[in-house]
């Protein structure tokens, strides 16, 4: 994959990796109802991931079109970071482009512990994050809209 000074990441599929602003919004709420359905964030929500300081706010586009979105929320004091949300377009699934929007967000991260929750029958969303190096260490009971559980992942960058 290449660098370049704007863009993290770029494929040879040619979609590439931004930064994302409050100016994606309404791509970013699409997306959000698309990948989410019923536990998609309210507008509010989305508003706040996308100006709050320190958030690292990532889209992959292709041809112009938001196809993924990722926010990761830094926490120093704690030595933590959360992945708050991670999606990808269903007709994109499958191509990298949630492991390159995941990679990209860990190294702006910088500390040394990130964490996330997934949905417990996610496979192919568990499957990922454990070949990139988490490991499941909780649950949250009921944590979905629906009533199901969330397993907690968590993966050491560094000590």
Not at 17 to 42: H, K, M, N, S, V
Not at 45 to 59: F, N, Q, S
Not at 97 to 111: D, H, P, S, V
Request: aromatic share 10%; glycine share 6%; net charge positive.
């Amino acid at each position: 994959m290449e660098k370049d000074r704007d863009v993290s990441w770029s494929a040879p599929n040619s979609w590439v990796i931004l930064p994302a602003t409050l100016w994606d919004l309404g791509a970013l709420y699409r997306l959000e109802r698309l990948c989410f359905a019923q536990d998609a964030w309210p507008v509010t929500d989305l508003i706040a991931v996308l100006t709050m300081p320190g958030v690292v706010r990532l889209k992959a586009i292709w041809r112009r079109r938001m196809i993924g979105f990722i926010a990761g929320d830094p926490r120093p004091s704690e030595g933590i970071a959360w992945i708050a949300t991670l999606g990808v377009h269903p007709d994109f699934r499958r191509q990298g482009i949630g492991r390159a929007l995941l990679r990209a967000c860990e190294q702006q991260l910088r500390l040394p512990r990130i964490r996330l929750t997934v949905r417990r029958s996610n496979e192919a969303a568990i499957s990922l994050y454990e070949e990139e190096g988490y490991r499941i260490v909780s649950s949250i009971p009921a944590y979905y809209r629906d009533g199901e559980m969330a397993w907690v992942m968590e993966k050491e960058l560094f000590k």
